[in-house]
């Protein structure tokens, strides 16, 4: 089932913070090969197309799923898929999630 994508501002400063760190580290080319790879799986999420696991522990109706070296936050909402966060693996999520 589709559901319009929807993401919130901590989760658009964490994409901006990822493509300026990968920009600074790696260059352009890697920057938006990395900012794409996480668009076309957030579109894909919201078709439906991949599968998100479940992290009630959170919220009950949140997800999450990994890409590249981030693991993306979502919550499932009636008409919306909102994409919470965008966290690098080693992140404190308990941390960043309780303060979104």
């Known amino acids: 089932m589709s559901k319009r994508l929807a993401v919130s501002r901590a989760a ?4 901006e ?12 080319s890697q920057a938006n090969d990395y900012v794409t790879q996480l668009e076309h799986s957030l579109t ?3 078709a439906g197309e991949k599968v998100l696991l479940p992290f009630a ?3 009950a109706n949140a997800g999450y ?3 590249g070296k981030h693991t ?9 898929l909102l994409v919470v966060r965008v966290l690098h693996q080693s992140s ?3 941390r960043h999630l309780s303060s979104s």
């Open 12 to 15: 658009q400063s964490d994409i």
């Open 17 to 28: 913070d990822i493509y300026d760190y990968t920009l600074a580290t790696w260059g352009r």
């Open 44 to 46: 894909a999420a919201a």
């Open 57 to 59: 522990e959170w919220q």
């Open 65 to 67: 799923m990994f890409v």
């Open 72 to 80: 993306v936050f979502v919550l499932h909402e009636a008409e919306q």
């Open 92 to 94: 404190d999520y308990v």
